[in-house]
């Protein structure tokens, strides 16, 4: 072994040991509570741009998440990420976001979805879900370009 090599310090290990544990009680917490009122805003007809990033970026996440962990995960997801959609449509016609019923519905069921997964994984399966999906986006972005309309 050379004695000049580079060698991990403790902290080292704890940083990468951490990274790879569920998220702790207050982290989760943190989230959830972040999404749950972003839905409840959209809910009420915000009309806030930036709490609909941040409940459809964190659902696009969990459901790459749910990928690896059980098939059974994505079809509430699937459906809450329908409801967005439509919440969406809303705003575009009415200048504020809302839900109709089933979306509510489905909203609530995917968030239930969304917290089981968030706080059962580690930050970096979560930062990794988060990296894959931007890069579908991505992808997917792309392929509507090279289509002409």
């Known amino acids: 072994m050379k004695r000049n090599s580079r ?3 403790p ?3 704890g940083a990468v040991i951490a990274a790879r544990q569920a998220h702790s009680a207050p982290k989760g917490d943190d989230i959830m509570t972040k999404l749950y009122s972003a839905f409840a805003d959209l809910k009420a007809g915000s009309a806030d741009d930036e709490l609909f990033d941040r409940l ?3 659902l696009n996440a969990v459901m790459v998440r749910a990928e690896q962990i059980d098939e059974l995960c994505l079809a509430p997801l699937h459906a809450a990420a329908d409801a967005l959609r439509r919440c969406d449509e809303i705003r575009g016609r ?3 976001y809302g839900f109709d019923g089933p979306g509510l519905q489905a909203m609530a069921a995917g968030l ?3 917290e089981a997964i968030t706080r059962n994984s580690s ?4 930062f990794d879900a988060f990296v894959e999906s931007l890069a579908r986006i991505r ?4 392929a509507e370009e ?3 309309q």
């Open 7 to 9: 060698r991990a310090s």
């Open 11 to 13: 902290a080292t290990f």
């Open 56 to 58: 459809s970026a964190n």
């Open 94 to 96: 009415h200048g504020r």
């Open 112 to 114: 239930d979805v969304c």
């Open 123 to 126: 930050p970096k399966q979560m």
């Open 139 to 142: 992808r997917q972005l792309a």
């Open 146 to 148: 090279r289509v002409p």
